[in-house]
């Protein structure tokens, strides 16, 4: 399994490792043998991803953790434990695995696991809220005056983070997703099966995927510039003052907009504005 930006398929030049193993149901006597066994061979897998530069997680949701690599009934409990039980801080570290996808192997596992959590999700509308609340704690970096909301200190001082710009986005396609119950996975994908099955307009659809667009396409070309104009590691952080006026404007609208879309996952799962 992989999980997060590789379950979605939306990796950057800055990334790390989130994966998983699921492997069939086995007696209870040889589960310890095969967990021990795949997470040997996990450890081996992720080492190498690290060598190749997908950094390690730091944390740790790698199928190298043996927690991260179970049988399919463990995995039909975290989900279960997720989606009924968990508090909102909990879940907000669960997100990413509700992103997830068949990398290698048998997808009849993955197709099952999928299948279990639909089903987990009907009658909690609890689950939705606190996924809500916890998206909406990722707000647009812009001002009630339109103007950039930058770190003021530190390392990145002056600067915005673009990944986290695009996180309203993500979880904005990944609620709707679950709410009617959409097997992709990816951002886009999600937003187009959201309009084919009539839970967004045409113009709500194309202003995310607009939007969505334009800041992984922003996000991409400041990775570059920072490995290669400066000769530094690629990061996340955005300094609007190096956009010209148009690329500034852009990113404002989009903002706003995302501001908006916010404000009507907020109605729709929370009722409140």
Not at 84 to 101: G, K, V, Y
Not at 223 to 242: F, G, L, S
Not at 259 to 267: H, M, R, V, Y
Request: hydrophobic share 40%; aromatic share 14%.
């Amino acid at each position: 399994l992989v999980m997060g930006s590789e379950g979605r398929q939306e990796q950057t030049l800055k990334t790390d490792q989130d994966n998983a193993i699921i492997f069939e149901d086995v007696p209870s006597k040889s589960q310890k043998e095969m967990i021990k066994y795949f997470s040997k061979f996990a450890e081996r897998i992720c080492k190498w991803l690290d060598q190749a530069g997908y950094a390690l997680c730091k944390g740790d949701v790698m199928a190298m953790n043996p927690m991260w690599c179970q049988p399919l009934a463990t995995w039909k409990k975290y989900f279960s434990e997720w989606i009924h039980t968990a508090e909102p801080e909990a879940l907000l570290q669960a997100s990413i695995f509700f992103d997830f996808r068949g990398a290698y192997g048998d997808t009849a596992l993955v197709d099952k696991l999928r299948k279990h959590l639909f089903d987990s999700l009907v009658g909690w509308p609890g689950f939705f809220r606190h996924l809500t609340e916890n998206a909406l704690f990722f707000t647009p970096p812009i001002g009630f005056f339109r103007n950039f909301l930058v770190e003021s200190k530190g390392e990145h001082r002056d600067t915005f983070n673009i990944k986290a710009a695009m996180q309203p986005v993500v979880d904005y396609a990944r609620i709707y997703a679950l709410k009617h119950k959409i097997k992709e996975t990816n951002t886009f994908g999600r937003l187009h099966q959201l309009l084919a099955k009539r839970k967004i307009t045409g113009q709500e659809h194309n202003e995310l995927e607009t939007a969505y667009s334009y800041l992984m396409q922003q996000r991409f070309a400041n990775q570059v510039k920072t490995a290669i104009d400066e000769n530094k590691e690629p990061d996340n952080y955005v300094n609007p003052r190096h956009l010209s006026r148009i690329e500034q404007t852009m990113l404002k609208e989009i903002f706003k907009r995302i501001e908006k879309f916010q404000a009507k996952l907020s109605f729709d799962f929370t009722g409140q504005l």
